[in-house]
C-alpha cells in the first residue's frame, strides 16, 4: 500500500474489544500485577501506555524502522538521542541545524564531554573531512531549518558505513509522508511532532524511530530511564494529527509552490529558498530522495529593517515561533527559531537578519501572495 493510505490504516486495529476507530487514552499510571515479580505487558506509565504503544508503532511503521519512541517535545526526543553518546564521543552536525538542537549541543551536551562540530553537509567531503577518532554520528536535517539546504542521505549513509558511524536525521520538515530516511539507509530519525505531524499548533511532542535492535534498545534505555516521555493525552491527538497529513502535507505544497514562486519574480525579494525552485541548490538529490517540497519558504529581503517591516505588516500569517500548522506562521530566524546560535555561527551559515522564514498554512494561496504584495509595497 502507497504511504497515503498506509498513514490511515496503521494502529488503528489497537482497541479490539470495541472495534473503535479512535484509539482509547489510557490514562492509568500504574498497571495491577497478579504475582510480586510478575508483569503483565504493562507495569509502570513511563515505561510504556497502550496510547503511547499505538502512537509509537505508527510512526515505527511510517518510517520503516524496527523500533518508534514517544518524547515530551521535539528537543526531549533529539537530547534523549544525545544521551546514548558518552563522554569523549564526537558529532559531526550539520551547520544550520535547528537553533535549539546547535544551543542543546553547545551549551548543555559539550559540558557532559560530548563535543559537536558543524560543518556543511551539502558537501560530503566536508563531512568526512570532519569526522575524527572519536566521532560516533553524523546529524543532518535534510532541508534544513531555515535554508532549506539538501544533504544526500544516500552518501551520507555510505560515509558513515565506511567509517562506522551512526546516522542520525531530523525529519521534521518532510514527515514521512515526503521523506523516509530509514530506505535510504540512516540508523535513528527525529521528528517535532509539534510541526507537520500534530498539523494544528496545539500539541509539543518529539518522536524517534531507530532502525535497528541494537540502536532501539539503547534509545529504549533512555525513554524509560530519564522519562522524558510523551502523556498519554497528547500522543492521541496527535495520532488525530497524523490521520490527516496527507491531505494536509498535499495542500501545504501546493500553496508553498505557488508563494514561492510569486516571491522569486519580485525585485524586492533577494533570494528565495525553496526546493520545489527549478534553481535551488541540490534539487536533483532532493527531488531523488523525497516526494515533494514540502511547505517551508525562505526568503531574504534587502536588510534587516525591511525584513522585520515585511514580518509586521502582513496580515494572515501568524508572527510566531513554530511551523507546520494549519494557519500560516510567518517567523524571524535570527531572534526566534535560531537565537541559541551564536551570532558569528549565524552569520558564516546565512542566517542573517534579513532572512524571514514562513510556513504555508492552508490558507488560499492568492490570499497569501495578495497579502504579501500588500505587505512589500509598504516598504
Ligand atoms: C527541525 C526542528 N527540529 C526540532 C525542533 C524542536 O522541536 P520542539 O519545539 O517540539 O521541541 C524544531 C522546533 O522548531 C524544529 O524546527
Not at 174 to 189: A, K, N
Amino acid at each position: 500500500m502507497k504511504i497515503g493510505t498506509r498513514i490511515l490504516h496503521t494502529g488503528n486495529e489497537i482497541d479490539r474489544n470495541t472495534g473503535a476507530l479512535s484509539v482509547p487514552v489510557y490514562h492509568a499510571s500504574t498497571y495491577r500485577q497478579e504475582k510480586a515479580g510478575e508483569f503483565g505487558p504493562y507495569s509502570y506509565g513511563r515505561s510504556g501506555n497502550p496510547t503511547r504503544d499505538a502512537l509509537e508503532s505508527i510512526i515505527t511503521e511510517l518510517e520503516g524502522g524496527i523500533d518508534g519512541f514517544a518524547f515530551s517535545s521535539g528537543m526531549a526526543a533529539l537530547s534523549s538521542v544525545f544521551l546514548i553518546f558518552s563522554p569523549g564521543d564526537h558529532l559531526v552536525v550539520t551547520e544550520d541545524v535547528y537553533g535549539g538542537t546547535y544551543r542543546v549541543l553547545t551549551q548543555l551536551f559539550n559540558r557532559l564531554g560530548i563535543e559537536a562540530t558543524f560543518v556543511d553537509f551539502t558537501d560530503p567531503a566536508k563531512v568526512k573531512a570532519a569526522v575524527r577518532e572519536n566521532t560516533k554520528a553524523l546529524f543532518a536535517e535534510t532541508p534544513s531549518n531555515p535554508l532549506l539546504r539538501i544533504t544526500d542521505l544516500q552518501v551520507l549513509s555510505e560515509t558513515a558505513r565506511e567509517k562506522g558511524l551512526l546516522t542520525i536525521v531530523d525529519n521534521t520538515f518532510m514527515t514521512p509522508y515526503l521523506q523516509r530516511p530509514i530506505e535510504m539507509g540512516i540508523d535513528i530519525v527525529i521528528h517535532s511532532g509539534t510541526k507537520y505531524l500534530g498539523g494544528h499548533s496545539d500539541l509539543i511532542a518529539g518522536l524517534v524511530v531507530a532502525a535497528d535492535k541494537e540502536t532501539a534498545a539503547r534509545i529504549g534505555f533512555i525513554q524509560n530511564a530519564f522519562g522524558a516521555i510523551l502523556g498519554p493525552q497528547d500522543c492521541w491527538l496527535l495520532m488525530r494529527g497524523i490521520k490527516t497529513l496527507k491531505a494536509r502535507m498535499d495542500m501545504h505544497q501546493q500553496g508553498a509552490a505557488k508563494v514561492a514562486e510569486w516571491l522569486s519574480r519580485q525585485p524586492e525579494i533577494r533570494q528565495v529558498y525553496f526546493p520545489g525552485l527549478p534553481d535551488h541548490p541540490g534539487k536533483d538529490i532532493h527531488d531523488r530522495q523525497a516526494g515533494g517540497p514540502g511547505g517551508i519558504v525562505s526568503f531574504r529581503m534587502k536588510d534587516g529593517p525591511a525584513a522585520r517591516q515585511v514580518l509586521e505588516a502582513l496580515c494572515l500569517p501568524a508572527l510566531a515561533v513554530s511551523l507546520g500548522g494549519v494557519e500560516s506562521i510567518i517567523s524571524y530566524p535570527v531572534n526566534m527559531s535560531h537565537a541559541g546560535m551564536h551570532p558569528a555561527h549565524r552569520e558564516r551559515t546565512g542566517v542573517t537578519d534579513d532572512l524571514v522564514r514562513l510556513s504555508v498554512g492552508l490558507e488560499d494561496p492568492d490570499d497569501l501572495v495578495a497579502d504579501l504584495e500588500a505587505a512589500i509595497k509598504k516598504i
